[in-house]
């Protein structure tokens, strides 16, 4: 199979295959019991904070692990081939729970929340969504007020992942907390984020999601009624949360489409073996072009996926623009995830159809990786406006 290990260095082509090797002795052998019992394996977070992985891309002073966003990346891709919700649960908790604190929290907050968080002993949830803002966060309604040094906060979010596990520590809310009058005098909201601790009264964690796929990762509502918490909660400047919000999203973009390239490579990998061993008609199912040309398809979207999220990746980790090489990675790594997963399924004929088969898991899986941290639209979009089209 063709890799793309020329574009890495010792120790990130090393990381790679202990990760690679840890998804296939201990994540893949429990993948299906517990896409059925629909809990996130407490177990084999915990497994995944002893080899350091929620520290990967951040300093060693604040107790990462001192490599860089690729490596992260890297790590995301190998869980993902077997399990994309262990690997979303690494890839929403760091880019979505960690990097936002580490980023734009005073160093009190950094110290009261990243050593747990780096040491993958508690986990970080990011709530931007709600029922009337998604692809357009313009649409936020939960509100926050100042009472004296207390933020009081009220709203809801919706879909937020990592939001209702055992040892979730905080969820990062964005609120509207008034308004600001832009340069073209229109009034627009005032976005800020804000640390919401787990337990805090008042914030209510619903139910899990009765989901399509993705049934290991924790996925909840969440209502916040009459919640108070310390004005120091504040993370980064009042009024920069969207932006703040929208950095965090253009790099978690890039681990999102290392996610969809992983799903993609574990399809071809499965398929392939299947069409080796799989006789019918008195020879195995390989040897007919149709299904010799499908896997080779496969293969073509794989190494796209993965060339262009080490693409951003690099051109991020080397502070470079990559906010639309961001999206064109999740655009082709989403669009390769869906593709292989469907056609590995087709390959494995009937059993293809049975939950317990891990390309049946990646086809309901894989559908999410077109909407989670920005829909294809969006995409789009961005991509569009990079070419100086309204978009
Ligand atoms: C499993 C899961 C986990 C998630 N985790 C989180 C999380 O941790 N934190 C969080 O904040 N959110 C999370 N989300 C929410 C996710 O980011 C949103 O679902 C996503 O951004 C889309 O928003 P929406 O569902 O409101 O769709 P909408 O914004 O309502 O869009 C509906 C459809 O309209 C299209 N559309 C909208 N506007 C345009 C336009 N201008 N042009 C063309 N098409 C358009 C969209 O592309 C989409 O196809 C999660 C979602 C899921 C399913």
């Known amino acids: ?16 295959q202990v990760v690679r090797d840890f998804a296939d002795s201990v994540v893949a052998p429990a993948a299906y019991r517990y896409d059925t ?49 262990i690997a979303v649960t690494l890839e929403a908790g760091v ?46 309604r939960t509100t926050a007020r100042l009472d004296g040094d207390e933020w009081v906060i009220d709203g809801s979010k919706q879909f937020i992942t990592n939001s209702g596990t055992p040892i979730t520590s905080l ?57 108070r918490v310390p004005a120091g909660n504040l993370l980064g400047e009042r009024g920069r949360g969207y932006a703040n919000f929208l950095r965090a999203l253009d790099e978690g973009r890039i681990a999102f489409a290392a996610l969809a390239t992983g799903a993609a490579q574990g399809c071809l990998e499965e398929a392939l073996r299947y069409a080796r061993e799989r006789v019918v008609f008195g020879r195995s199912i390989g040897e007919n072009q149709h299904v010799a040309f499908t896997l080779a398809r496969m293969q073509a979207r794989v190494h796209t996926a993965r060339l262009a999220w080490l693409d951003a990746a690099q051109k991020l980790v080397r502070g470079k623009p990559f906010k639309a090489e961001a999206s064109v990675a999740k ?42 941290e920005g829909t294809t639209e969006v995409q789009l979009m961005v991509i569009a406006r990079s070419l100086g089209l309204d978009g």
């Open 1 to 16: 199979m063709i890799e793309a290990d020329v574009l890495l260095d010792d120790e990130q082509r090393k990381l790679s």
């Open 37 to 85: 019992e629909r809990r996130l394996p407490m177990e084999i977070i915990a497994q995944m904070g002893e080899l350091g992985l929620f520290g990967l891309p951040f300093p060693r002073d604040v107790g990462g692990q001192g490599q860089d966003y690729v490596s992260l990346c890297l790590a995301v891709e190998a869980l993902a081939r077997v399990d994309q919700s």
């Open 171 to 227: 969820v990062t809310i964005t609120a509207v907390t008034g308004e600001t009058v832009g340069q073209d005098g229109e009034v627009r909201k005032e976005l800020s984020s804000i640390i919401v601790p787990a337990g805090t009264p008042g914030l209510e964690v619903g139910p899990s999601y009765d989901k399509v796929g993705w049934h290991t990762s924790d996925t909840h509502p969440l209502t916040l009624t009459d919640v």
């Open 95 to 140: 880019g979505l729970g960690i990097v936002p604190i580490y980023r734009h929290g005073s160093r009190e907050q950094q110290e009261r929340w990243l050593p747990d968080l780096l040491a993958g002993k508690a986990l970080a949830a990011f709530g931007l969504t709600e029922a009337g803002a998604g692809s357009d966060a313009g649409g936020t």
């Open 331 to 372: 655009l082709v790594g989403g669009e390769a995830a869906m593709a292989n997963a469907r056609d590995a399924s087709q390959i494995f004929g009937g059993y293809g159809f049975l939950n317990e088969n891990s390309v049946a898991r990646h086809y309901r899986d894989a559908k999410v990786l077109e909407v989670g």
